[in-house]
């Protein structure tokens, strides 16, 4: 099922740990509309980056985001987050400070290393971050640094 020009509900809802431990990760009919718009704000970020985006993550069942180590608030398990990287265009850290420099409005713009999250709601908090990881633990500071 397509949800925009470029995304698909099937790679919006691709898992491997779900895969893995026999998890369903389906998402009900108001999931897939809240992803519909997902996708098409992430048509944005693709027409500014100019390159096909690969969607590492994008929604979570309750379960399979427990099973990740995901945070109990992610938005991954409202539709409304997806991690991805663009190598045609560049690091994780030029995608970001790319989206940074666009009019694209974002809820949550994270630097993960090595790929972005980007997650978008109706109320905005423009919130921008960088992850850090170390002995097992993930620490988040202001900014893409």
Same mark, same amino acid.
């Given at each position: 099922?397509k949800?925009?020009?470029?995304f698909?509900?099937? @790679? ?5 740990t779900a895969a ?5 990760n389906? /998402?009900d009919a108001?999931?897939i @509309? ?5 996708a098409? *704000?992430m048509?944005?970020?693709r027409?500014l980056l ?6 590492l993550s ?15 608030t992610?938005?991954h398990?409202k539709?409304?987050?997806?991690d991805f990287?663009?190598p045609?265009?560049?690091?994780p850290?030029?995608?970001?400070r790319?989206i940074l420099d666009?009019?694209i #409005?974002? #809820?949550q713009?994270?630097l993960?290393g090595s790929w972005?999250?980007?997650s978008f709601? #109706?109320d /905005?908090?423009s919130?921008?971050l960088t992850? *850090?990881f ?6 988040y ?5």
């Open positions: 099922m949800l925009s020009e470029h698909s509900l099937e @790679e919006f809802t691709a898992s491997e893995r431990k026999g998890l369903d389906t /998402p108001e999931i @509309e809240v992803l519909k718009t997902t098409a *704000r048509e944005e970020v027409s100019s390159v096909p985006i690969t969607v994008g929604f979570r069942s309750v379960k399979v985001n427990s099973a990740v180590g995901g945070s109990a992610s938005q398990c539709g409304e987050a997806v990287i663009a045609g265009f560049g690091t850290q030029e995608v970001c790319a666009s009019t #409005d974002f #809820d713009l994270i993960e972005t999250h980007i709601s #109706d /905005p908090r919130s921008i992850a *850090r170390s002995n097992g633990k993930t620490t500071t202001n900014g893409i640094s």
